[in-house]
């Protein structure tokens, strides 16, 4: 890459994302931003050994399977020094559903809580338990295939049973209501922005009944509305508050640390007449460009990679350096 030979002084990040993601976040205003600030783009041929391609000071990447993270490792081997955002083994935690939320209850932060679910491993199992409508029924494996986002709200018993068009594993989720507000909180490094966006309509008793009846018991997220849920009950999420900067601060930073990710975005949503908030879902590596000013955003997280890189380069030489002394 004759390119990149003349300019040495460029820190040069390598990414390997699906065609999607690469239209929507390796935008031409990103880049050229990012170059002005010394951070180069270097697409990643995935056909290809890492270690034939680059050179990369760093990698970020959104690709799964044996194949891409044995690339990675064979990478990491051969360039100790270059930073890999993130590590397969972190990231795999965050497609199932429950054991991404796994690190919740220890970190130990009052007003904090996880919602009620149940893991099915067999149809017998939706028929034995005794269960609280209505219910959020969600595949086990959040891995971003289309099924991962099969999900539907079950109103009923029958429902549960005969009508859901989804087989196990899967995750049963205790509704609640929340103001049809879910507080979205991403975190790119150290930085941290919480933004308000419409979620599932609350559902009154009444409303539940009537949509028992209409729609056989359960109805797909896809199809579900704030007109058919609340009707002339539904209310505006005006009303609904932010949540405290320096909480939403404390639980990322806690999330960061637990999970061992740089990128990734949390959900959660402050459940109808109750204190606290709940985390319903983790996501890794969403979409910043839908934040705004992305770019400087995103630019700002590449340069403390940089610098953290150096510092630990500087680090490892002054113990070098300390050991030819003693």
């Given at each position: 890459?004759?390119?990149?030979?003349?300019?040495?002084?460029?820190?040069l990040?390598?990414y390997?994302l699906p065609?999607?993601?690469?239209?929507?976040?390796?935008?031409?205003?990103?880049?050229?931003?990012?170059?002005?600030?010394?951070?180069?783009?270097?697409?990643?041929?995935?056909?290809?050994?890492?270690n034939?391609?680059?050179?990369?000071?760093?990698?970020?990447?959104?690709?799964?399977g044996?194949?891409?993270?044995?690339?990675?490792?064979?990478?990491?081997?051969?360039?100790?020094?270059?930073?890999?955002?993130?590590?397969?083994?972190?990231?795999?935690?965050?497609?199932?559903r429950?054991?991404?939320?796994?690190?919740?209850?220890?970190?130990?932060?009052?007003?904090?809580?996880?919602?009620?679910?149940i893991?099915?491993?067999?149809?017998?199992?939706?028929?034995?338990?005794?269960?609280?409508?209505?219910?959020m029924?969600?595949?086990?494996?959040?891995?971003?295939?289309?099924?991962?986002?099969?999900?539907?709200?079950?109103?009923?018993q029958?429902?549960?049973?005969?009508?859901?068009?989804?087989?196990?594993?899967?995750?049963?989720?205790?509704?609640?209501?929340?103001?049809?507000?879910?507080?979205?909180?991403?975190?790119?490094g150290?930085?941290?922005?919480?933004?308000?966006?419409?979620?599932?309509?609350?559902?009154?008793?009444?409303?539940?009944?009537?949509?028992?009846?209409?729609?056989?018991?359960?109805?797909?997220?896809?199809?579900i509305?704030?007109?058919?849920?609340?009707?002339?009950?539904?209310?505006s999420?005006?009303?609904?508050?932010?949540?405290d900067?320096?909480?939403?601060?404390?639980?990322?930073?806690?999330?960061?640390?637990?999970?061992?990710?740089?990128?990734?975005?949390?959900?959660?949503?402050?459940?109808?007449k109750?204190d606290?908030?709940?985390?319903?879902?983790?996501?890794?590596?969403p979409?910043y460009?839908?934040?705004?000013?992305?770019?400087?955003?995103?630019?700002?997280?590449?340069?403390?990679?940089?610098?953290?890189?150096?510092?630990?380069?500087?680090?490892m030489e002054?113990?070098?350096?300390?050991?030819?002394?003693?």
């Amino acid at each position: 890459m004759p390119e990149l030979e003349e300019k040495t002084n460029l820190f040069l990040v390598g990414y390997a994302l699906p065609s999607r993601k690469i239209e929507a976040f390796m935008v031409e205003s990103f880049i050229t931003y990012a170059k002005q600030q010394g951070i180069q783009f270097i697409p990643i041929d995935i056909s290809k050994p890492l270690n034939d391609q680059g050179p990369f000071d760093c990698i970020i990447h959104k690709l799964y399977g044996q194949e891409w993270d044995l690339n990675l490792q064979n990478f990491s081997i051969n360039h100790p020094n270059a930073t890999i955002i993130d590590p397969p083994s972190s990231i795999q935690r965050l497609h199932d559903r429950v054991s991404m939320l796994d690190p919740i209850p220890s970190l130990n932060i009052p007003q904090l809580k996880i919602p009620t679910q149940i893991v099915i491993q067999d149809v017998e199992s939706l028929k034995s338990n005794d269960f609280r409508f209505p219910l959020m029924v969600k595949p086990l494996l959040a891995d971003g295939s289309a099924n991962a986002h099969n999900m539907s709200l079950v109103f009923n018993q029958e429902g549960l049973t005969n009508k859901l068009e989804l087989d196990p594993p899967m995750v049963l989720q205790q509704f609640v209501n929340h103001g049809g507000v879910v507080f979205k909180v991403y975190v790119a490094g150290e930085y941290v922005k919480c933004v308000k966006r419409s979620s599932l309509p609350d559902v009154s008793k009444e409303s539940m009944e009537k949509l028992a009846v209409e729609s056989g018991g359960v109805m797909s997220f896809s199809k579900i509305s704030s007109a058919v849920i609340s009707g002339d009950e539904g209310g505006s999420n005006e009303s609904v508050e932010m949540p405290d900067p320096v909480f939403i601060d404390e639980v990322a930073r806690g999330l960061r640390l637990a999970l061992g990710l740089h990128l990734f975005n949390f959900d959660m949503i402050k459940a109808d007449k109750e204190d606290g908030y709940l985390v319903v879902d983790i996501n890794y590596f969403p979409g910043y460009e839908k934040l705004p000013s992305y770019e400087s955003v995103m630019t700002e997280f590449f340069l403390n990679v940089k610098k953290s890189q150096e510092l630990k380069m500087v680090t490892m030489e002054l113990v070098k350096d300390d050991g030819l002394h003693d």
